[in-house]
């Protein structure tokens, strides 16, 4: 399988905090990585550099080979072409929700407007917020708002979505319907890196399984490896927290 | 002669009606153009001093955006640390002597209110940028929007709306503020009114008309910004398209409207 994201030899600093300290790891086109560990390991500094939120220090990102920050890729292409839902869904606030799904399209991928509104309806649709086109993000939900933040991003055709705890922010009774979006998501062999604390999640759906401790990948492996046979305390201490 | 105030309030009227309006409109005239441009100036002013340059930035347009921002913080210090007065005269008769320019009076005007404006406005822009939540920033840029592409749809946007009671705090001020102008002899409604007041030597008379006329512009005008921030928030309600039973139901749900009045 082809490597969509490569990673090598990722740093990043904040201060002289050192919060990733030599990251490797790939993702192939389909496959569905869940990244965890406990808070400050690290894992959303990970993906926010991934998306380039965060410029990092050394090492470097390939996307199909090429070096992200030097091999002259567009960034508004490649950001595009990588999608990502946040934690707090930042959806923009003075847009419905449908045109929450348009503008990128019609900014960034020049599409025509009658063409961006018919995609927003469409993945609104699929989200199951078809009803709500015409709510502001302050009308909804917590759980409805990051179903929309997912079509927004969706809408784009992104190759690969990056979440960062998608469903930290949400109610408990909220969770299940962002999961179960993203569990189709992953069926219909969407590329995804997933930073979570939903271990059922990553135990159903993802194909691989990174822990992250103190900047480093501490284990990596399949599901079953990862989180039925962790190999060092840490890991296991980490799993026995989450129960 | 009329004898009782409201005998000297109607004589007034009938007698110098014209000048009144005339004057009326003249305070407008300078207080919409002038708050209107004193806006863009600010824009501009606010996007400037917001720049943020990537780290990869060259040492040509570091010292750009340096040398920008520290004429901007002179610019706002300077107009916004010395009365309107001052600097319609200063402007005025500056203009003038040294640079040969009779600039026409309502012009002048006009340029004092935007230049005055614009350096509150500034800060009040830029307050209201810096209000805008980083997420928002950090979603536009993750699905590919350029800095400018996200100041313009996502950024300023929000950004104006928040703002907009401080941009018609702006413009009440400016039409009471535009009576220092008479200093420059420019037509509007102070000015009017005391060449009204002379003649009859009735100052208080003419001043209580003036007064009702200044309030009943700044009543208008709040009541106007009011209204273009409910059109600017949108309808509290919204409906949903299609219920579970009836595919083509339409469902009014009202809003919470959270933390709008």
């Given at each position: 399988?082809?490597?969509?994201?490569?990673?090598?030899?990722?740093?990043?600093?904040?201060?002289?905090?050192?919060?990733?300290?030599?990251?490797?790891?790939?993702?192939?086109?389909?496959?569905?990585?869940?990244?965890?560990?406990?808070?400050?390991?690290?894992?959303?500094?990970?993906?926010?550099?991934?998306?380039?939120?965060?410029?990092?220090?050394?090492?470097?990102?390939?996307?199909?080979?090429?070096?992200?920050?030097?091999?002259?890729?567009?960034?508004?292409?490649?950001?595009?072409?990588?999608?990502?839902?946040?934690?707090?869904?930042?959806?923009?606030?003075?847009?419905?929700?449908?045109?929450?799904?348009?503008?990128?399209?019609?900014?960034?991928?020049?599409?025509?407007?009658?063409?961006?509104?018919?995609?927003?309806?469409?993945?609104?649709?699929?989200?199951?917020?078809?009803?709500?086109?015409?709510?502001?993000?302050?009308?909804?939900?917590?759980?409805?708002?990051?179903?929309?933040?997912?079509?927004?991003?969706?809408?784009?055709?992104?190759?690969?979505?990056?979440?960062?705890?998608?469903?930290?922010?949400?109610?408990?009774?909220?969770?299940?319907?962002?999961l179960s979006v993203m569990q189709a998501l992953a069926q219909e062999?969407?590329?995804?890196?997933?930073?979570?604390?939903?271990?059922?999640?990553?135990?159903?759906?993802?194909?691989?399984?990174?822990?992250?401790?103190?900047?480093?990948?501490?284990?990596?492996?399949?599901?079953?490896?990862?989180?039925?046979?962790?190999?060092?305390?840490?890991?296991?201490?980490?799993?026995?927290?989450?129960? | 002669?009329?004898?009782?105030?409201?005998?000297?309030?109607?004589?007034?009227?009938?007698?110098?009606?014209?000048?009144?309006?005339?004057?009326?409109?003249?305070?407008?005239?300078?207080?919409?153009?002038?708050?209107?441009?004193?806006?863009?100036?600010?824009?501009?002013?606010?996007?400037?001093?917001?720049?943020?340059?990537?780290?990869?930035?060259?040492?040509?347009?570091?010292?750009?955006?340096?040398?920008?921002?520290?004429?901007?913080?002179?610019?706002?210090?300077?107009?916004?640390?010395?009365?309107?007065?001052?600097?319609?005269?200063?402007?005025?008769?500056?203009?003038?002597?040294?640079?040969?320019?009779?600039?026409?009076?309502?012009?002048?005007?006009?340029?004092?209110?935007?230049?005055?404006?614009?350096?509150?406005?500034?800060?009040?822009?830029?307050?209201?940028?810096?209000?805008?939540?980083?997420?928002?920033?950090?979603?536009?840029?993750?699905?590919?929007?350029?800095?400018?592409?996200?100041?313009?749809?996502?950024?300023?946007?929000?950004?104006?709306?928040?703002?907009?009671?401080?941009v018609g705090n702006e413009f009440i001020v400016n039409i009471k503020?535009?009576?220092?102008?008479?200093?420059?002899?420019?037509?509007?409604?102070?000015?009017?009114?005391?060449?009204?007041?002379?003649?009859?030597?009735?100052?208080?008379?003419?001043?209580?008309?003036?007064?009702?006329?200044?309030?009943?512009?700044?009543?208008?005008?709040?009541?106007?910004?009011?209204?273009?921030?409910?059109?600017?928030?949108?309808?509290?309600?919204?409906?949903?398209?299609?219920?579970?039973?009836?595919?083509?139901?339409?469902?009014?749900?009202?809003?919470e409207g959270e933390g709008d009045a």
């Amino acid at each position: 399988m082809s490597k969509v994201i490569e990673v090598e030899g990722l740093r990043k600093s904040f201060g002289s905090h050192e919060v990733l300290r030599g990251i490797d790891f790939s993702a192939a086109k389909g496959e569905v990585t869940c990244i965890i560990g406990s808070s400050g390991s690290g894992k959303s500094t990970l993906l926010r550099c991934i998306n380039l939120l965060e410029t990092p220090d050394a090492g470097c990102i390939r996307y199909h080979g090429k070096d992200i920050l030097k091999d002259g890729v567009h960034l508004g292409q490649y950001h595009a072409k990588v999608g990502m839902v946040f934690q707090q869904f930042n959806l923009f606030n003075n847009m419905d929700a449908l045109h929450n799904c348009m503008a990128g399209q019609m900014k960034v991928l020049r599409r025509s407007r009658e063409e961006s509104e018919a995609n927003a309806r469409k993945y609104l649709e699929k989200v199951g917020m078809g009803a709500y086109l015409a709510a502001k993000p302050r009308q909804l939900s917590g759980g409805q708002k990051q179903r929309v933040a997912i079509a927004r991003t969706l809408a784009m055709d992104p190759e690969v979505i990056l979440f960062d705890e998608p469903t930290s922010a949400l109610d408990p009774e909220m969770v299940g319907e962002v999961l179960s979006v993203m569990q189709a998501l992953a069926q219909e062999g969407m590329t995804m890196l997933v930073v979570t604390h939903e271990m059922g999640f990553a135990r159903a759906a993802s194909d691989q399984v990174v822990f992250m401790n103190d900047g480093v990948i501490a284990e990596r492996g399949t599901p079953d490896e990862v989180l039925g046979a962790p190999k060092s305390e840490r890991l296991r201490a980490f799993l026995s927290s989450m129960l | 002669m009329p004898t009782t105030f409201f005998g000297w309030v109607s004589f007034l009227l009938k007698e110098y009606g014209g000048l009144f309006l005339s004057g009326t409109a003249m305070t407008l005239l300078v207080a919409t153009t002038g708050t209107a441009f004193g806006f863009a100036l600010g824009l501009l002013a606010a996007i400037v001093r917001c720049i943020e340059l990537p780290h990869g930035a060259g040492a040509f347009k570091r010292a750009l955006v340096k040398a920008a921002n520290a004429l901007l913080g002179v610019y706002v210090q300077v107009f916004r640390g010395t009365p309107m007065i001052v600097q319609a005269m200063v402007i005025y008769y500056g203009s003038m002597q040294y640079l040969g320019l009779d600039l026409d009076h309502t012009a002048a005007a006009i340029l004092v209110v935007s230049v005055n404006t614009g350096a509150y406005m500034a800060e009040i822009i830029r307050g209201g940028i810096i209000s805008v939540d980083k997420g928002q920033f950090e979603a536009a840029h993750a699905i590919g929007m350029t800095h400018w592409q996200t100041m313009t749809t996502v950024v300023l946007p929000q950004a104006i709306r928040n703002i907009l009671p401080s941009v018609g705090n702006e413009f009440i001020v400016n039409i009471k503020d535009s009576s220092v102008l008479n200093v420059i002899s420019v037509s509007e409604l102070f000015f009017q009114a005391k060449s009204a007041a002379g003649t009859y030597f009735r100052y208080f008379e003419v001043f209580f008309i003036v007064a009702v006329i200044y309030l009943v512009l700044t009543l208008v005008a709040s009541r106007l910004l009011r209204w273009v921030e409910k059109k600017m928030d949108g309808p509290e309600n919204y409906v949903i398209y299609g219920s579970q039973t009836d595919s083509r139901a339409e469902i009014v749900v009202h809003g919470e409207g959270e933390g709008d009045a």
